[in-house]
């Protein structure tokens, strides 16, 4: 059995499209166990803008105030969750919400709490609580929010504790699917990305915003333990007859 650890957009789950989940269940077919990691960045707007309470955003995370963690903690486990869940079911896939705090599934500390307020990173993932859900058939669907020091809980962004999560579990896949086709350039979609030409494109300012914390979540989950990572959209097809679509990290340049 292969590991793939899917990393499914806040700004992309309610556009998940039918052929997007047919190439989920291509995968199962050939032998992958998979886990979701969920983001829910339009849904956490939405419903800060509803109760008039403000946040913003430092290169990508987003600030975080004890009001504004309650309600990214409302969204997230009770609704944007429970949504991608019953999408799942609908395409015939057994699959479990879980909240990230609970049980440990995710430790985190602050990153820095002067600046950033209750935004952590993740210091350690229960693989072995994960794996055992795989093991018994159900895809288990993870919120990213992570148990903090002194029972406090902590907002991760997604990209990054899918990318804590990818390597904890030492995936053979990490897919990153978004609202756009994968990395562009000029409007073009890029097949391949090296980690210097992705250091470059930040510092040009062709990758920015949310892409910014994807691609570097991306390049920190690349290693020997995790062999393919791709960013690939959720509107379409992203696997389809043993082929990969969207974005690619590769060690090397490739020209197609
Ligand atoms: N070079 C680039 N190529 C593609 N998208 C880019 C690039 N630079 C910036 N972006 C932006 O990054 C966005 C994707 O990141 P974003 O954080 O908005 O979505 P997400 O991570 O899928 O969702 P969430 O943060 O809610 O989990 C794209 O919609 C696009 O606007
Ligand atoms: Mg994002």
Not at 193 to 213: H, Q, R, Y
Request: proline share 2%.
């Amino acid at each position: 059995m292969k590991t793939a650890v899917v990393k499914c957009g806040g700004s992309v789950i309610g556009e998940l499209s039918d052929s997007f989940f047919q190439s989920m269940k291509e995968m199962m077919k050939n032998g992958y166990r998979i886990v979701f990691v969920h983001g829910g960045g339009p849904e956490i707007n939405s419903m800060l803008e509803k109760l008039h309470v403000k946040s913003e955003f430092k290169d990508g995370l987003r600030v975080t105030s004890k009001e504004v963690l309650d309600i990214a903690e409302l969204v997230l486990a009770g609704s944007t969750n429970r949504k991608l869940v019953r999408m799942l079911q609908s395409h015939g896939i057994e699959a479990i919400g879980i909240n990230s705090s609970d049980h440990r599934i995710l430790q985190a500390d602050f990153i820095n709490q002067d600046e950033l307020g209750y935004v952590g990173d993740v210091t350690s993932v229960h693989q072995e609580f994960i794996q055992n859900l795989c093991e018994q058939g159900v895809l288990p669907v993870l919120t990213p929010i992570g148990l903090g020091p002194n029972h406090t809980i902590l907002n991760v962004n997604a990209d990054h504790a899918a990318s804590a999560i990818a390597k904890a579990l030492q995936a053979d896949r990490f897919l990153m699917v978004t609202d756009v086709d994968g990395v562009l350039h000029k409007g073009e979609l890029l097949s391949t990305l090296t980690e210097k030409e992705a250091n470059s494109f930040i510092k040009e300012g062709v990758i920015n915003g949310g892409m910014i914390p994807k691609v570097t979540s991306a390049l920190n989950a690349f290693s020997e333990y995790v062999n393919h990572v791709h960013i690939v959209s959720g509107k379409k097809s992203f696997y389809n007859a043993g082929k990969w679509y969207g974005t690619e990290l590769t060690k090397e340049k490739v020209t197609v």
